[in-house]
């Protein structure tokens, strides 16, 4: 009997750990409105975004023009990487959902990233749900991630962060729709 009292007390913390640690979570609405759509657009903001402490336009005044121009063309990347895993992961599930650049499409997400690579948290973003022509919010999910490993270079430890992200997000969206 203590066996069993002791493996549901273990299994209650495991299950509120992963629970508090969840990197994403629906915080506002709901996904029902998602149910029977094809196509998402996926929009991608960075203006209010802070780089390891620091505005990005700070960051990019003080490493200069290359640096601003390549970051513009990494952004682009990462975009792309956050896309593409997403929809590999929604494919895998067999969700007919997929994200992209659709301006014709019923709904939009914007996906708001707000910081990367700072002490507390290696990347943490908002993804605001509308229609287009609407300023009427239907649903927000939280992306934060806190246990990140710094790799060789910035913009490696940002791929796979946007990566991670794009794989994560879909599978919040799985399994909040009816398929």
Known sequence: MKKIIFLAFISTICFLSAEARAPQKLT?????FLNGV???NIIFDYT???INGKTEEYVAAKNGERWAKNWDKDKIQFNK?????????LIERNAALRLGDFPDAEYAATVKVLKMIDRSHGYTAEVIFTQPDSTDIL???SIDYRDITIDSTLTITIK???TEAGKQFAKLIVKNIKQ
């Open 81 to 89: 990487l956050f896309i593409a895993s997403a929809n590999m992961e």
């Open 139 to 141: 649903a927000v999910i």
């Open 48 to 50: 209010d975004l802070i």
């Open 28 to 32: 506002q609405g709901s996904l029902d």
């Open 160 to 162: 796979n962060m946007m």
């Open 38 to 40: 094809k196509n998402l």
